[in-house]
């Protein structure tokens, strides 16, 4: 759902208790919706305490997925 930028589903998956940081082929949301540019989602996940930087396993961070999906606004979301 964060991928595809679905903030109703989002927001009804949070509510239903799924964890904000679960990962699904060693992705999270966060690193998912930046990474495509849904910077509401983004903000979202970070309201419910999603984590900003990506486990160590994967050596980036969602700063680096955003610019380099050339997403101004979502960098600038997860760079505060």
């Known amino acids: 759902a964060a991928s595809r930028g679905q903030e109703a589903l989002v927001k009804a998956l949070l509510n239903?208790?799924?964890?904000?940081?679960?990962e699904v082929n060693g992705t999270s949301p966060l690193e998912e919706a930046e990474a495509n540019g849904h910077q509401e989602i983004a903000k979202i996940l970070?309201?419910?305490?999603?984590?900003?930087?990506?486990?160590?396993?994967?050596?980036?961070?969602?700063?680096?997925?955003?610019?380099?999906?050339?997403?101004?606004?979502?960098?600038?979301?997860?760079?505060?």
């Open 46 to 80: 970070l309201s419910k305490g999603a984590k900003k930087k990506a486990p160590p396993k994967i050596r980036n961070n969602y700063l680096i997925f955003a610019c380099a999906a050339a997403v101004g606004d979502s960098a600038e979301i997860v760079a505060v």
């Open 16 to 22: 239903k208790g799924a964890h904000v940081d679960d």
